[in-house]
Structure formats: structure tokens, C-alpha cells
């Protein structure tokens, strides 16, 4: 039987993971990203010079899209010559990242409240390139299920998350509570609670201040009462009981269970960033323990998320 030689030229194949890589190295905005924790990040006049703040940054997305720890982001780099091309370590490197240097990075970006600035900074491109609106927003929230096992070093569960009830189940976590531009469904403003927290009080929250109209589900009732919210129109879903006594024969009940698809189609660009979170980059349970670190890495996620859904207009732009 004849042998496959070891000259094989292994970047002929266009896999899927190479494609998406190469998509978001066209798409991210990686020098003014730079130019953003530039000022934070260490210079190195004593003992083994820094990576490169670029170098840094590939690996810190690396890990959030493909939801790697920082010891797998490590290994990763080692075992995974695609990994490493995308975070320009194979020209002439005589080290990798380690764990401990990966974790430094993404503690800087934590520390410095820079991944709320790196989403403010991914908008205000797509906002120049008129990808996002101001007119219109759609709020909701999702639960991020947290661990709740005890067998950690400190025994127990952490302690800023909690239980809440769902459609009769319980949960325990975390809560992402977005605003959306309803035209596009790119998200704009991330607010990271307990899985406890209601909705409604942090609807106020999720407002750019600049929309005339917001949209919610039913879960908001009651929200236009609030005086925090401002002036703006509120369009929130009618209740789902309340909608399958409508009579549909009836010509009032029907203009209305019109008027409530017409809201629930504006609703539905809510919906769009969840599944890029959780479909696309496989987020489906918190990583860290607290709500900040937490909450950096979902609005990371959002950002890159917001990148990834205007991929296609920002190549044509």
C-alpha cells in the first residue's frame, strides 16, 4: 500500500473555520481596536518583551469564538497551525502565549472596562457607514445558564448568580439584557444581571436615548407607566392568553391580532444577535465566576456578533 508523503500542502482545503477566520480579519476594525488598549497595555522596559497588542487581540477573539479557556487557548496555539497563522505567531517566534499571559490580557481588558468601549467603537463605524439606525430599538433579555455544581475549589456555587422560574423550570445564572436598532437588529447597549432581575427594571437601561419607538414582549407590560423611560412610544406584545381569546371573525379583534404581527416581525431582529451568541459562537454557559467578567465577555461577544451579521455590507463599504 503506498503512503501519504508529509509534503502535503494542507491550506488548499477552504474549511469552514478558515473561511469564518478570514472573513472577520477583513471585517474587524483591528488598529483602531489597537489604538483603544494601547494605553492600557504594559510597555515592557524591564524582562521579557510583551506580545504585540495585535497579536494579543487575535487570541482574545480566537478564545470567544470559539469559546476555548485559557489553558485550551494555549494548547490551541501549539496544536493548531491556522490558530497561530491567524495570530501571526509562526514568523520567527521562539515563544507562544502561555495560559498565564492570556489570562494577563483578558483581565487588562476587564480591569479598563474595555469591551463595553470596543462595542461603542464597532458601532460608531457601523453607524458611519449608515449599517445602524437611531430611530427604533427592541429590548429582551436571555438566561445564561452558570454552573451549579459545588465541586470547585471554594465549594460552592457562585455567589452573584441565581435561581429563577421559567415556563415552569428553574434556572440558575446570569441574565443579558440588549437593546437592538430595530432595523437592523445590531445591538447597541449590553446589561449583565442576576438571572433574577425582571426584565421591566432594566428596560430603561437598554435605551440610547436617541429612538422615538421601542419595542418589547409581553414580559415588558407595564413600562410605559415608568416615568424613567421617557417620552418615547412603547409597543409591547399583548399577552399571549389575552391573544388566543381574540376572535379573529370579529373585525376590531382582527385589526388588532394584525397589529400584534406587525410588532412581533420588528421583535424578531431581537432575536438574531441570541442566536449568533449562542449558534454561531456556542455560548451557552457563563465561563467566569461574577457578573463583570461575565458580562465583559458577553459584550465582547456582541460586539464581534455586530461585526459578523454586517459582515457583507461592511466588505462592499
Known sequence: MTQLGLDLDLTTKRTRKREFLDEMRRVVPWLKLIALIEPHYPTGRTGRPPFPIATMLHIHFMQQWFGLSDPAMEEALYDVPLYRDFAGLDGGMTHLPDESTILRFRHLLEAH????????????????????????????????????????????????????????????????????????????????????????????????????????????????????????????????????????????????????????????????????????FAYTKTRYRGLMKNTAQITTLFALSNLWMARRALRKA
Not at 168 to 181: E, L, P, Q, R
Open 113 to 280: 472596562g474595555l469591551a463595553a468601549q470596543m462595542l461603542a467603537l464597532v458601532n460608531e463605524i457601523l453607524v458611519e457607514k449608515g449599517l445602524m439606525l437611531k430611530t427604533g430599538s427592541v429590548v429582551d433579555a436571555t438566561l445564561i445558564p452558570a454552573p451549579s455544581s459545588t465541586k470547585n475549589n471554594s465549594g460552592t456555587r457562585d455567589p452573584e448568580m441565581r435561581q429563577t422560574q421559567k415556563s415552569g423550570n428553574w434556572y440558575f445564572g446570569m441574565k443579558a439584557h440588549i437593546g437592538v436598532d430595530a432595523e437592523s437588529g445590531l445591538v447597541h447597549t449590553v446589561v449583565g444581571t442576576a438571572a433574577n432581575v425582571h426584565d421591566i427594571t432594566e428596560a430603561h437601561a437598554l435605551l440610547h436615548g436617541q429612538e422615538t419607538d421601542v419595542y418589547a414582549d409581553a414580559g415588558y407590560q407595564g413600562i410605559e407607566k415608568r416615568c424613567e423611560t421617557g417620552a418615547v412610544r412603547w409597543h409591547i406584545a399583548m399577552r399571549p392568553g389575552k391573544r388566543k381569546k381574540l376572535d379573529l371573525s370579529d373585525r376590531l379583534d382582527a385589526i388588532y391580532d394584525q397589529i400584534e404581527r406587525l410588532k412581533a416581525g420588528v421583535r424578531a431582529k431581537v432575536e438574531h444577535p441570541f442566536r449568533v451568541l449562542k449558534r454561531q
